[in-house]
């Protein structure tokens, strides 16, 4: 039978202990293996790059992940890992519930689900369930365990269909570049670009922080000359604005957040085929679609 923990935001004790009656252990083994066969079935795994965003059926993967938490170690020593003592302020920094067991090659899995406040039932207010055909009241704390698996860890592959969710869990900086405030800065000095520096910083979010991260990363400016860039923008109907200084042509930066976010998209590539390379890719991914073109 599978045991359930708790991944606490309390850095003294992240990995806390269901204690389970047996029914209910038993119900929740069944709960969590019906939910990892329908992750598993998925027809589809990429590694995860911060640029492909998986659709239904497929899922992104990082390799050599680091168990930092030691969620593997709970799973295989369930009795070393301390009791969960219920308590409001408990529940409501639970991050993550999971679950597990040890493989026959001894690899250990790992059933991750996203928590938060929202699923603790507490006895703040007046909470009611239905049992018997009749509402009764629950008079000590519980939580819900959610219909679906926010990621499995198995060995030192981590799998997930939403980064999202994932990092609600984990810390997945080192596997997703964000642009830093001197990366940007160095990105408004770049000879393509003119910017106004502290606008740029204000505006950047962390989507903008990843999109500037990815142009950089695909030296986009400098492999493409400005008037070949304004053209293709143009074919797709998308306006650049591009200005002389000092006898040079710039791509002025927009400080509308929106249209700034419209730009760096294109910039990306982020469309269905490729403006620069003409490669046609899958829908919001930089996978090339193996699609014939006419003529």
Do not use: C
């Not at 860890?153 to 830093?180: C, M, P, W």
């Not at 400080?255 to 490669?279: G, H, M, N, Q, W």
């Amino acid at each position: 039978m599978l045991n359930l923990f708790a991944l606490v935001k309390d850095p003294a004790a992240r990995v806390q202990r269901f204690s389970l009656a047996k029914d209910v252990q038993l119900e929740i083994t069944a709960y969590l293996e019906k939910q990892e066969i329908t992750f598993n079935a998925a027809e589809a795994a990429f590694i995860f790059d911060g640029k492909y965003k998986p659709d239904s059926g497929e899922v992104l993967y990082i390799d050599d992940f680091d168990d930092l938490d030691k969620l593997g170690a709970a799973v295989a020593e369930p009795m070393s890992v301390p009791e969960v003592v219920p308590s409001v302020e408990l529940f409501e920094n639970i991050s993550a519930l999971f679950s597990g067991r040890v493989e026959k090659d001894k690899t250990v899995t790992v059933l991750l689900q996203n928590f938060d406040r929202r699923r603790v039932l507490s006895t703040k207010g007046f909470t009611i369930f239905q049992s018997d055909d009749t509402f009764k009241r629950v008079e000590g704390l519980g939580l819900t365990v959610d219909y679906k698996l926010a990621a499995i860890l198995q060995g030192k592959r981590l799998r997930f269909t939403s980064f999202h969710n994932a990092r609600q869990i984990f810390d997945l900086s080192g596997h997703y570049v964000e642009a830093t405030d001197a990366d940007i800065v160095a990105f408004a000095d770049m000879p393509a670009i003119h910017a106004d520096k502290a606008g740029l910083l204000a505006a950047a979010d962390t989507w903008i922080r990843r999109k500037l991260a990815l142009v950089q990363q695909s030296q986009i400016l400098s492999k493409f000359a400005l008037p070949d860039i304004k053209k293709a923008a143009e074919e797709f109907g998308l306006a650049i604005a591009v200005e002389s200084f000092d006898g040079v042509e710039k791509i002025v930066l927009p400080l509308d957040k929106s249209e700034l976010k419209t730009l760096l998209r294109f910039l990306d590539e982020d469309i269905y085929e490729a403006v620069f390379s003409k490669t046609r890719y899958v829908t919001n991914s930089k996978r090339e679609a193996k699609i014939p073109k006419k003529g």
